[in-house]
């Protein structure tokens, strides 16, 4: 079956971290560009990360920049988003994104139903 | 603020053609980047509806077009029905001066009178 699969939100105080997780299967994941979308409650979709491939590239919002980071074990076909300083406005639902295609002209076409991170105190 | 600006909303009745814009800039969509279009049915994950140059994935009805002019896109919906009722999104690529990153519209909610 051709999904993915976010796992690993929650309710964190700001200023502390977590780690997503997002497991795919159906599909070659060593051949594809993955990112991470947030979507803040009742909002629109915000691009957060994307990393190359075979992991030799990674970009970041602004937003998340310095804070975030971005990685894969292709083996185990697992994306993950390592969320360090956690401010309230990072409250999402965090999802994973297949990419295929070139920066410029791809698109992202298979999504996770997401897993939702709360920042408050 | 989202760098690509859609209507909040948009509404017709079972049958009529509905248009969602998408406006961009010369650092997008004005760039010749592509645009994409996203459905997002309520409590659900978005899918890709049509990708640039009218590719549709498998699946979806031809219902659906987009199209390109400048600095903006539009999505047409022809022959509006009951289960097209849900939020939808542009994305392109922008080359901005705070550096590339893949950007999308706010989303407009499409409801079927």
């Known amino acids: 079956q051709v999904q993915l699969v976010e796992s690993g939100g929650g309710v964190v105080q700001p200023g502390g971290s977590l780690r997503l997780s997002c497991a795919a299967s159906?599909?070659?994941?060593?051949?594809?560009?993955m990112h991470w979308v947030r979507q803040a409650p009742g909002k629109g979709l915000e691009w957060v990360a994307v990393?190359?491939?075979?992991?030799?590239?990674?970009f970041y919002a602004d937003s998340v920049k310095g804070r975030f980071t971005v990685s894969r074990d292709n083996p185990k076909k697992t994306l993950f988003l390592q969320m360090n300083s956690l401010r309230p406005e990072d409250t999402a639902l965090y999802h994973c994104?297949?990419?295929?295609?070139?920066?410029?002209?791809?698109?992202?076409?298979?999504w996770g139903r997401g897993t939702l991170v709360t920042v408050s105190s | 603020q989202s760098v690509l600006t859609q209507p909040p909303s948009v509404s017709g009745a079972p049958g009529q053609r509905v248009t969602i814009s998408c406006t961009g800039s010369?650092?997008?969509?004005?760039?010749?980047?592509?645009v994409h279009w996203y459905q997002q049915l309520p409590g659900t994950a978005p899918k890709l509806l049509i990708s640039?140059?009218?590719n549709w994935p498998s699946g979806v009805p031809d219902r659906f077009s987009a199209f390109k002019s400048g600095t903006s896109a539009s999505l047409a919906i022809t022959g509006l029905q009951a289960e097209d009722e849900a939020e939808y999104y542009c994305?392109?690529?922008?080359?901005?001066?705070?550096?590339?990153?893949?950007?999308f519209g706010g989303g407009t909610r499409v409801t079927v009178l």
């Open positions: 994104a297949k990419f295929t295609g070139t920066d410029e002209f791809g698109y992202f076409d298979l």
């Open positions: 159906g599909f070659t994941f060593s051949g594809h560009g």
């Open positions: 010369s650092s997008n969509i004005g760039a010749g980047y592509a």
């Open positions: 990393i190359w491939f075979d992991g030799s590239k990674k």
């Open positions: 994305q392109s690529y922008d080359t901005g001066l705070t550096g590339s990153q893949w950007v």
């Open positions: 640039d140059n009218n």
